[in-house]
């Protein structure tokens, strides 16, 4: 029974401990539901802070919205403007132009007329001055008559004999000549075109997919060259018979200037010689022609091209060059028209014993920094007589190879077994070719190995894990560098 009662008392003393540390428990429990509370307040003062700073932003936003939508209506609005004073600007510079082309035309035509009222004063005070040696030669032509009266009569006939075989040979060359006009402007017209063909073809050859058109463009290019060249032909073989003409009637001068220069007295034969001298003279003032075709230029892009003219027996003629596709005077004679800075013009004089001027002119213009908006047409023209005769050379501008980044394929991730295509497109003049070859110089698998596979695309069938690499685009055309 004691020792029952001893352990009850153990077992209150124990239970009593117990409800103590449950008491410093509930007391520490206490303290931390007094702690949470606080934090819980000071969350809700924060989230209300937070609310505040959200609805600050919201406004913010609402007005960097409202500022967005003004900048936008005013740069649209800049826009109109510039685009509106743009218009203005081109339409301007194009009445510039028209008005500057007006003034060229109208001091050529001054400069036309101011020489002709030269040349005419020029005879009138020839004339005058020459009145009183004409009075004395007919005076001494008077005493003299008596004398030669059967020496005039042999003369008689024999200019008769010269003027009539002069005048056949003066018409056989007036219809060559009629001809030779004709074939110049055929020839301008198959000029013009064949320009135009090439301006088509190039624009062609730029787009995908037109190799049709792009052929039609080339045989139609071949068949204008071709009637081009045969217009030449015919043209020098004219120039050749008026040439072999020219020398007859040549001869025929100094026979009848020895024949004149035999009588006496001397003032005859300077009157004859006079006249014949001024028979001749329209037929050698147009005798100015071109000295072989002025040469086609093949430059690359950022070089300079140089179109070289020789044309004999100049005389006072205008030598102009110009654009063909638009109709542009670039220079005339020692003057740069255009007022591009990149055109110069230069010339010089060759000596030459078998020209009855003993000119030969050599022409040269010189465009620096060429572009492919260069290439076209270039015309040398000497305004010697209607229609006036030209001579075009073609500028081609070669541009190394370049990738077109947009429209070709980038890095693929392809499922094993899967088809994948690669594609590449490249720009550049002449048209670039394309090829493909691994980046680690190991043959592609096609069905078979290959090194390398021409082509714009490079399709992959049933690829595997062998043909994982990096696969090399690389675009050439013969104008370096190439890229890849």
Known sequence: MDCKLMELSIFLEELKMK??????????????????????????AKTAYCRQLEL??????????????????????????????????????????????????LTLKSSHFEKEIKEVYGHVRTVVNGLPKLHSQLESLAECLQALENKQLKLIETCEMIQVYAS????????????????????????????????????????????????LLR????????????????????????????????DLQRKHEQLLFNLQPPCICFVASATLNRAFLHEEERWSMFVGQMPNVTVSTGREA????????VYNFKVAFLRVDTQTILAIDDTVITRSARVTVRHSIDKDERLSTGQR??????????????????????????????????????????????ESSSDLTI???????????????????????????QPIDMN????????????????HRRQMAAYLCIASNGIPPPVR
Request: net charge negative; with cysteine; glycine share 6%.
């Open 415 to 441: 499922k094993e077994g899967g088809n994948a295509t690669l594609k590449c497109s490249a720009i550049g003049y002449p048209e670039p070719n394309i090829t493909w070859r691994r980046e680690d110089y």
């Open 19 to 44: 409800r103590d540390q449950v008491a410093q428990l509930d007391l520490e429990l206490s303290r931390l539901n007094l702690g949470l509370i606080e934090k819980e307040s000071e969350l809700h």
């Open 448 to 463: 078979q190995s290959v090194g390398v596979v021409e082509g714009s695309i490079l399709n992959l069938v049933g690829v």
């Open 56 to 105: 600050k932003l919201a406004k913010s936003n609402q007005e960097i919205k409202k500022m967005n939508d003004d900048f936008g209506a005013l740069t649209k609005s800049h826009q109109q403007e510039t685009s509106r004073q743009e218009a203005a600007i081109l339409d301007y510079a194009e009445k510039l132009r028209k008005v500057q082309m007006e003034k060229q035309c």
């Open 168 to 215: 056949r040979i003066q018409k056989e060359a007036e219809g060559k000549w009629k001809i030779a006009r004709e074939s110049r402007a055929n020839q301008n017209e198959l000029e013009k075109k064949l320009c135009a063909t090439e301006a088509q073809l190039r624009t062609v050859e730029g787009d995908l997919g037109k190799s049709d058109t792009a052929g």
């Open 306 to 313: 140089v179109f070289t003219c020789i044309i004999d027996n």
């Open 361 to 406: 002119k050599t022409w040269q213009l010189y465009l620096k920094d060429v572009t492919p908006s260069d290439a076209g047409g270039y015309m040398c023209q000497l305004n010697n007589f209607e229609p006036m005769v030209s001579q075009v050379a073609y500028l081609h501008v070669t541009v190394p190879p370049d990738i077109l980044v947009n």
């Open 219 to 250: 045989k139609q290019k071949e068949s204008l060259s071709h009637q081009l060249e045969m217009s030449k032909q015919r043209e020098d073989k004219l120039r050749l018979d008026l040439g072999r003409e020219r020398e007859e009637k040549l």
